[in-house]
């Protein structure tokens, strides 16, 4: 597997796999409805570094790297993370937030924060505990789950 | 003292309350450079609320409000206060975040949050807590202050 910066021509596969996770509304906290246009306009922003997962000319997930805040915040980054739903369970998320961490690292980030982690994604809480992120909060029925309505959501955070 | 929804006469006032804030780098997460197109294009930013306290035809304050995040996270939303530097202890912020409060509750926002309050502001701290809004998370040297240097940072929330 190697990871990649993106580019127009993986637009297609991206949206094959950011499509039906921003869709589920259970993980991402974006607006369900957005279509191809709008997703690639979001996983692309100016703000944001976008790369992929590739396999064998196959594209397995995809995640993009950004400063979390601006000012006195731009040390610290933020990323977001999808793989393929066929994907799954072949280490592609760890695979990938390694690389965002030390393409993090190496750009100056002192720190990874994620922002909103749904209490009910546990295959993510796990995967980010371990590779040593911390929850240093947790947000009060933060977030509005389809099945499970409003859940909790962990701020985690991990210095680079 | 009234709260009004801000329209672009108040451009002049509004910047000169919020461009020595953000120039000072001290309470915002925001590039300390803007100047006042991109200042004001930020503070009125499409998905922001914008309001003013205003005292016999003086601007004393500016606020906005936003959802926080959007889709399964749009009933969270997010407000930014700046007193006038010389109007703070005249109670300008407090009056500012009730209206906040009340606006965000009648929309049909459940809980408003903060996502960085720089711990050296006490008296934001202070003032957060008075009005009911609890401590979630603390946040590892999230916060490079231009003479403190690196400092933790607050996440504040609150049911409405």
Same mark, same amino acid.
Not at 11 to 32: C, D, K, N, Q
Not at 125 to 142: D, H, K, Q, Y
């Given at each position: 597997?190697? =990871?990649?910066? %993106?580019? *127009?021509?993986?637009? %297609? ?6 499509? *039906? ?8 906290? #974006?607006?369900?409805?957005? &279509?191809?246009?709008? +997703? ?12 992929? +997962?590739?396999?064998?000319?196959? =594209? ?9 805040? +601006? ?6 980054? &933020? ?6 739903? &066929? ?27 994620? &922002? #909103?982690? @749904? ?5 993510? @809480? ?9 929850? @240093?909060?947790?947000? *009060?029925? +933060?977030?509005?789950? *389809? ?6 959501? #962990? @701020?985690?955070?991990?210095? #680079?």
């Amino acid at each position: 597997m190697i =990871i990649r910066t %993106a580019n *127009p021509q993986d637009h %297609a596969a991206i949206w094959s796999i950011i499509g *039906p996770v921003i869709g589920s509304g259970e993980t991402y906290a #974006l607006e369900r409805r957005m &279509n191809e246009t709008e +997703a690639l306009a979001y996983w692309f922003g100016a703000d944001k570094q976008t790369f992929v +997962a590739e396999h064998e000319g196959e =594209i397995l997930g995809t995640y993009y790297l950004r400063a979390n805040q +601006a000012g006195g915040g731009g040390h610290v980054c &933020n990323a977001g993370f999808m793989t393929a739903a &066929n994907a799954t369970g072949r280490g592609v998320a760890r695979t990938m937030a390694q690389h965002a961490m030390a393409q993090a690292k190496v750009q100056g980030f002192l720190a990874m924060q994620f &922002n #909103l982690v @749904v209490i009910t994604n546990e295959r993510a @809480v796990r995967l980010w505990r371990s590779l040593g992120f911390e929850t @240093v909060g947790r947000l *009060p029925r +933060a977030f509005d789950h *389809p099945t499970a309505g409003l859940v909790d959501a #962990l @701020v985690m955070f991990r210095a #680079l």
